[in-house]
């Protein structure tokens, strides 16, 4: 074996093992790098094929795909909606990025660190969720506020998938993708209320626990029972809860009809709210697992809550993310193709699509020259 022949097997050598290291399989690592096939990639790992320079630097800069946190059930494939998901990430990073806008969502993170949640518990949890609510000003019904909060003021990325079944919910954090938060739009709006805040405090102790902590929802870990606390504090203020608790009390004695009432007040289930009243003590657990056992309770909730079941089932992408699309094919710094890409419509109906979100000529208009 000559020396040239020598320095080839070793660059394929290299090749090989720093894809393996990146975590990804052949088939994958082809298509990202741009080959028409895996068999170009093959090739070179072999030695039988050599490689360029351009070919080389795309190599170099080959990283895998940062990893969501996923809440589904055991051994439910998730690859191809965590591609999608990654995908709406990748697009509206470069949204931002082109209209130089900066990332807000550091700024929540909490400072608590796992042995403070190790010695404080649940208390602990309580006292970050009436905080991250104060912060965030969400008011005394903090459900009607929290996607409009995390979405424009932190800039949070949420996207409504009509999720396979065993899924439940996702969320990253990413230096490069921001935060991103996925949800079934195929759920209740109370439900998705509380996955957003369940995702939330993910989100926030995302530095706190590991992956493995976490786990990836079909076992409920301490950061998931956490989590569940979270959002129950954060949707459910304590004095407001008890404050229209004490309205529609009568002679001490609460029903069915009136804890529906207060649910649908507060945008969160009848359970979530039952078990709430057990943690801040107005009702007792056993109470509670007597009542959630009667059909009764069901067949009323079901019955009053009949109209809101599926009556604003949300659009797949926000708002904030379809303005930004907009706005920068608008200006120009966007192409058509990479715009309906973005989209998901054909380029035949893009100019529709801009007229129906207010991007026409008369209405793109400068106000002042400034």
Known sequence: MNSQEGRQVILAERVTRARKEAGFPLKEAAQSLGFKNYQTLSAIEKGNRKINAHELSAMANLQPDPLPLWRKTANTEVKKTERAFLSFLEHYSKLERLLNLNTRWKDIQTNYNKSDFGVQGFGLVNRLAEKIRDSLDLGSRPATNLLNILENVLRFKILHLDLEEGISAASIVDEKLGVGILINANEV????????????????????????????????????????????????????????????????????????????????????????????????????????????????????????????????????????????VTEGTLSRGSFAYYMGIHRAEMDEYLKEHGFIEKTYEKITSS
């Open 189 to 328: 709006p109370w439900r998705r209320n509380f996955d957003l805040a369940h995702e939330l405090f993910h989100i926030i102790t995302w530095n706190v626990f590991s992956r493995e902590e976490v786990g990836d929802g079909s076992v409920r870990t301490k950061p998931e029972q956490y989590a569940d606390s979270f959002a129950a504090s954060l949707l459910l203020p304590r004095s407001q809860l008890v404050e229209s608790l004490e309205e529609i009390t009568s002679n001490g004695e609460i029903r069915f009809v009136d804890i529906i009432e207060l649910a649908k007040e507060f945008g969160v289930s009848t359970e979530a709210i039952l078990w709430r009243l057990v943690n801040i003590k107005a009702l007792k657990k056993n109470e509670v697992e007597e009542a959630l056992r009667n059909p009764e309770l069901r067949k009323i909730d079901k019955a009053k809550r009949r109209g809101t079941f599926y009556s604003d089932k949300p659009s797949e992408f926000p708002d904030r993310y379809i303005f930004l699309a907009c706005k920068c």
